[in-house]
């Protein structure tokens, strides 16, 4: 099993040098997530103790090119710190964060979190921590419990197995070991799709869910096929949980 996970952290890691250096299979963009920003919005409403300001940090887990974390630290004055398995993508990074507050380690975000405890306002969980498997992601979400202020905040945005076809083809085609888990057949790593109730389970012990947001256009249907549905986009959910 070691070397099971060795050898997909390998794959992974090579997939997204190529994608950040060539972007032959997704399209990658240097702009922020328009669900961040959403997100940003909301909490700049609804909570009266954390402030996005310049007083506070945030951590992202598969920050990519800091797209995100240079909207935040542009916006709102953060500073913060991304991780990303991508030496390529944390180039590009350090080259778009110059003279912004930002820093990054090219590393998974399984194992241990090398800030200190209480260190983040808020962590990003972006499209990331479905690579996990179920004991790896247990472990993360103590770990951003550890790091996070009282009170401070996890963004999550990840895949969500309701009504997505394109998701049900592949648990079905792809089967990985763990129920829920198929093997990406571009990347080659097994990928998880989350229920709400497996969100909702997993975040229990140590965050209030204030918001979750389902997105939409992931069935289309076929006026030429008398409206038959047909698979859309991949759907995803965002998660808005605050520590307990």
């Not at 500073?79 to 993508?89: Q, W």
């Not at 983040?120 to 004991?135: C, G, I, K, R, Y």
Request: glycine share 6%; aromatic share 8%; with cysteine.
């Amino acid at each position: 099993m070691k070397n099971f996970h060795s050898k997909q952290s390998k794959d992974a890691k090579g997939f997204w040098n190529k994608e950040y250096r060539k972007g032959k299979h997704l399209a990658l963009s240097n702009n922020p997530s328009e669900d961040l920003i959403k997100f940003t919005k909301w909490l700049e409403r609804n909570d009266d103790l954390i402030k996005l300001n310049s007083h506070a940090s945030v951590l992202d887990l598969g920050c990519g090119n800091g797209r995100n974390l240079i909207y935040l630290a542009k916006t709102f004055g953060l500073r913060g710190i991304g991780y990303d398995v991508s030496l390529e993508a944390i180039k590009q990074a350090q080259l778009l964060s110059k003279d912004l507050r930002l820093k990054y380690e090219t590393r998974s975000i399984a194992g241990k979190i090398t800030e200190p405890d209480s260190s983040h306002s808020l962590v990003l969980d972006m499209m990331t921590s479905h690579f996990l498997n179920e004991a790896e992601r247990k472990n993360l979400i103590n770990e951003i419990d550890r790091v996070l202020v009282p009170c401070g905040w996890l963004y999550l945005k990840t895949f969500f197995k309701e009504d997505d076809i394109n998701a049900g083809r592949l648990l079905k085609e792809h089967p990985a070991e763990e129920k829920g888990s198929y093997i990406h057949p571009k990347i080659g790593v097994a990928e998880h799709v989350f229920t709400e109730d497996e969100i909702e389970s997993a975040l229990k012990e140590h965050f209030v869910i204030h918001k979750m947001l389902r997105s939409h256009r992931h069935i289309d249907k076929d006026p030429r096929q008398g409206g038959a549905r047909h698979a859309g986009k991949r759907r995803s959910i965002s998660v808005y949980a605050q520590k307990i």
